[in-house]
């Protein structure tokens, strides 16, 4: 297929590049010239404004937004809905609320412009691992872009096969789900989200309980002095709480045991935030994905050693900085 993409950030420019590995042809936009040029030069054809991205693109038009959630993906999917035409598609593959989603696809449904909302899991190993998508809306705009979906998932790989009903969406094997209507596929990457800052937080915890055995307050003939890369190490293989995180854990602890590149000042994007929302909204009780998301509040006024393997997790899947404004 072709496929516009505009947001060449991190993770866009990622996706502009497994698209074209996967033999479809990219037509990219970005404020910046510089991550344009670089993706023209692996075969993306680059264009300088929206205008133009709508010159280069065949109709019925695909076109993938990666921008931040707010302000930059509104603005931009309001000014694709006053140029594409009925028959288009627009994709929001970034970390948007929900409920923008269902704004933004009724604002563009008059035109006939189809809006899918894609939860994109990945982070910067992307390219070469796949993304895992959570998609929302119509079947037929889903069924329009599966070539697509299919190119930028992972595929089966070597995960053991689950034993599922006889009918069940082979999709979800290959890496990728149409959770529903619009609005879906984000907040179903947004509790994604969720239960990541609380599975971050269980390891930052664990290890810095394992990290203090060694602690002058203990009796000295109860000090341990831990191998904490060698726990993480031999953690990842055959045990129970053995995770993707996990191995980013332990390669951080591989090569700096002590963290000392990381202030363990941790952010949050805001997905964390809008999961507890909706569960306030439904009553549900989120006492670990509450508690994980007010640790990393805390981690901004003092910092643990278990802060420190949060910011390095963070680093290792999704390339995040620790903003010195925020110490």
């Known amino acids: 297929m072709q496929v516009g993409v505009i947001g060449l950030g991190r993770m866009g420019g990622n996706i502009a590049r497994r698209l074209m590995q996967g033999g479809h042809a990219c037509v990219v936009f970005d404020r910046d010239p510089g991550a344009v040029a670089d993706l023209v030069k692996e075969g993306a054809t680059g264009v300088a404004d929206l205008e133009a991205m709508l010159a280069a693109l065949a109709p019925p ?61 990945g982070g ?55 959770a529903g209507p619009v609005g879906a596929g984000h907040f179903v990457k947004m509790v994604h989200n969720g239960i990541e800052y609380g599975l971050m937080q269980a390891y930052a915890e664990g290890f810095d309980i394992l990290r203090n055995k060694n602690s002058d307050i203990l009796p000295p003939d109860e000090r341990l002095d831990l191998n904490l890369a060698d726990i993480a190490e031999v953690w990842r293989r055959g045990s129970v709480i053995s995770s993707w995180l996990l191995d980013l854990a332990a390669q951080a602890l591989a090569g700096d045991p002590r963290l000392d590149q990381f202030t363990g000042a941790v952010a949050d994007s805001g997905e964390g935030r809008w999961t507890i929302a909706a569960a306030l909204e439904e009553a549900v009780p989120v006492d670990v994905l509450a508690a994980a998301l007010f640790a990393r509040f805390r981690s901004r006024e003092e910092h643990s050693y278990g802060d420190k393997l949060l910011s390095a997790m963070r680093f290792g899947f999704g390339g995040h900085l620790e903003s010195p404004a925020k110490l």
């Not at 695909?62 to 603005?75: R, S």
């Not at 999917?77 to 970034?94: E, K, M, P």
């Not at 070539?147 to 094997?173: F, S, Y």
Request: proline letters at 6%; charged letters at 20%; glycine letters at 14%.
């Open 61 to 121: 038009r695909t076109v993938w937004v990666m921008l931040p959630a707010g302000g930059p993906t509104d603005e931009t999917v309001s000014a694709l809905g006053g140029i594409l035409a009925r028959g288009d598609t627009v994709i929001d593959g970034g970390n948007s609320f929900y409920r923008d989603d269902i704004r933004r696809s009724k604002a563009l449904e008059p035109h006939g412009i189809a809006y899918l909302d894609v939860g994109t899991s």
């Open 124 to 178: 910067v190993w992307g390219l070469s691992r796949g993304y895992c998508l959570m998609v929302g809306g119509d079947a037929a705009a889903v069924d329009h872009i599966d070539p697509i979906l299919k190119t930028l998932a992972p595929g089966q790989g070597d995960i053991a096969r689950t034993q599922r009903p006889v009918g069940a969406d082979p999709r979800v094997e290959q890496g990728y789900v149409h």
